[in-house]
C-alpha cells in the first residue's frame, strides 16, 4: 500500500488549508453571531453562502463525489486527506458542499436514482441549492438492529403510502431541506434483507410533520438539526421508489460505507485541531512555576494524542485503499474496525485538550466542547461500536477457522 499522495492530491491540500485559514476559520465567530442574530435559527447565515461561493470559485466543490460526472473524481485514498482537513471546523464540511447526510444521498442517486430522480433532486444538492435528509432510524425499536424497523412503504396503485415515524433525521431542521430518503417495509413477506425499500419523500407533502428538534448535549446544531418526523398516509409517485422494491439494505450498504469513512476523516481532522489547540495553549499558561507544556502529565498527553491520530489514520488510510481496490464488501471488516477506532480516539484527544485547558476548554470560546459532543454521538451514528465489534468478531473467527483449515489440508 502507497499512501504518498498525488500532485493534484497535495495541490488540493494546499488549497484547502489556505481557504480554511484565509475564509472558514475566521468566520466561525461570524457564522455564529448570525445564527444567533437572523429572524430563525433554521435559516442558513449568510456568510455560509459566501464561503460556498468563494469555494465555488476556487474549485473546491464536491470533492467527496467519486463520479467524474458530477464531483471530483478522487478515490477514497485522495480524497481523506481532504476531508480530514474541513473535518478541522464543524462548518468546514458545508463550506465546501460536502457534509453529511447530503454527501451520502448524493452517491444514492448517482449510483441508483433514476434520470428524472437525478435531474429533480441530484442535481440541485450538487449545486448546494437544497439541502436533504435521510430517515432510517426510528424511536419505538432498537435501531442498532435496523430489520426492526417498523414504518412502512406501500403500493396503491401509480403512488406509494408511507406510514411510520422516524428520528435523528439530520438535516431536516434546515429551512432549505427539501426532500428526504426514507426507508419502510416494502415487501414484509420478503427474505430479511429484502424487506425494505427507500423512497424520495418531498418534506412539504402532505402528511410529513416534522414534530420536533432533538439536542445533542444541549446543543441544537442549527441551521442542520436532528428532526424527529412524523409520516402520516403520505403519497409520493411510484417514480419516487430508488432502485426498486426490497432495496433499501442493498442502498444502505452501498450509501454507508463511503459515509462510515467520511465520518472517520473527519474525525481525524478535529483531532488533529485539538491537539494543535491544546499544544498552543499549554505553552501560555503557567501553572506551580512553570509553562504547563513542561508538566510531565501534559507531555503525556500530548504524546499519547499524536499516536493515537496517527494510528487512526492509518488504519483510515488502510480502509480506503481497501474500498478503492477490492470494494466496499471486502473491505467491510476494515471499515467496522476505523468506525470504532475513529470517534474513540477523537474523544480521548478532545477530552486530553479540554483537561488542559480547564474551564476555557468547556466554553465557546474554544470548538473543543462542541466537537466532542459531535464525536460523541458517532460511536452510535451508522451502526454502534458493539455491532461493529461483534461483526468484527465474526469476520475474524472465520478468518481464522479457514487458516486452521488450511493448516489441517497442508500437514
Not at 447526510?101 to 440541485?124: A, C, F, H, I, S
Not at 432510524?137 to 408511507?162: F, H, K, L, Q, W
Not at 469476520?395 to 500437514?411: I, N
Amino acid at each position: 500500500m502507497n499512501f504518498e499522495y498525488s500532485d493534484k492530491v497535495k495541490e488540493l491540500q494546499e488549497k484547502l488549508t489556505l481557504f480554511m485559514d484565509e475564509v472558514v476559520y475566521p468566520n466561525e465567530a461570524v457564522y455564529e453571531r448570525q445564527l444567533n442574530e437572523g429572524v430563525s435559527r433554521w435559516d442558513e447565515p449568510p456568510i455560509m453562502k459566501e464561503m460556498q461561493a468563494k469555494a465555488k470559485a476556487a474549485g473546491l466543490w464536491n470533492l467527496f463525489l467519486p463520479d467524474s460526472e458530477y464531483g471530483a473524481g478522487l478515490t477514497n485514498v485522495e480524497y481523506a486527506p481532504l476531508c480530514e482537513i474541513m473535518g478541522r471546523s464543524m462548518i468546514g464540511p458545508a463550506v465546501f458542499n460536502c457534509s453529511a447526510p447530503d454527501t451520502g444521498n448524493m452517491e444514492v442517486l448517482v449510483r441508483y436514482g433514476t434520470e428524472e430522480q437525478k435531474e429533480k433532486w441530484l442535481l440541485p444538492l450538487l449545486n448546494g441549492e437544497i439541502r436533504s435528509c435521510f430517515s432510517m432510524t426510528e424511536p419505538g425499536v432498537a435501531s442498532s438492529d435496523a430489520t426492526n424497523m417498523e414504518a412502512t412503504i406501500e403500493r396503491d396503485g401509480d403512488e406509494y403510502v408511507i406510514n411510520g415515524r422516524k428520528w435523528w433525521s439530520s438535516g431536516a431542521g434546515d429551512s432549505r431541506c427539501k426532500i428526504a430518503i426514507v426507508m419502510g417495509i416494502t415487501n414484509p413477506e420478503g427474505p430479511k434483507h429484502e424487506r425494505h425499500g427507500q423512497i424520495l419523500v418531498p418534506l412539504d407533502t402532505p402528511g410529513v410533520n416534522n414534530v420536533r428538534q432533538l439536542p445533542v448535549f444541549g446543543y441544537d446544531h442549527a441551521p442542520h438539526g436532528h428532526s424527529e418526523i412524523e409520516f402520516n398516509q403520505v403519497r409520493v409517485p411510484v417514480s419516487n421508489i430508488i432502485w426498486g422494491e426490497g432495496k433499501g439494505f442493498a442502498i444502505a450498504q452501498g450509501r454507508l460505507g463511503p459515509g462510515r469513512i467520511h465520518h472517520c476523516m473527519r474525525l481525524i481532522g478535529a483531532a488533529e485541531r485539538a491537539l494543535e489547540i491544546m499544544c498552543s495553549r499549554v505553552q501560555e499558561r503557567v501553572a506551580f512555576g512553570k509553562p504547563l507544556a513542561e508538566q510531565g502529565v501534559i507531555q503525556e498527553w500530548i504524546a499519547e494524542s499524536r499516536m493515537d491520530i496517527e494510528q487512526a489514520r492509518l488504519l483510515t488510510l488502510k480502509a480506503a485503499y481497501m474500498m478503492d481496490t477490492v470494494g466496499n464488501k471486502v473491505a467491510r471488516k476494515e471499515i467496522s474496525m476505523i468506525k470504532v477506532v475513529a470517534p474513540n480516539m477523537a474523544l480521548r484527544v478532545l477530552d486530553r485538550a479540554i483537561q488542559s485547558l480547564g474551564g476555557a476548554g468547556v466554553s465557546d470560546d474554544f470548538p473543543l466542547a462542541a466537537a466532542w459532543a459531535k464525536s460523541r454521538t458517532l460511536r452510535f451514528a451508522d451502526g454502534p461500536d458493539e455491532v461493529h465489534r461483534s461483526a468484527i468478531a465474526k469476520m475474524e473467527l472465520r478468518s481464522q477457522a479457514k487458516t486452521q483449515e488450511k493448516k489441517q489440508v497442508m500437514s
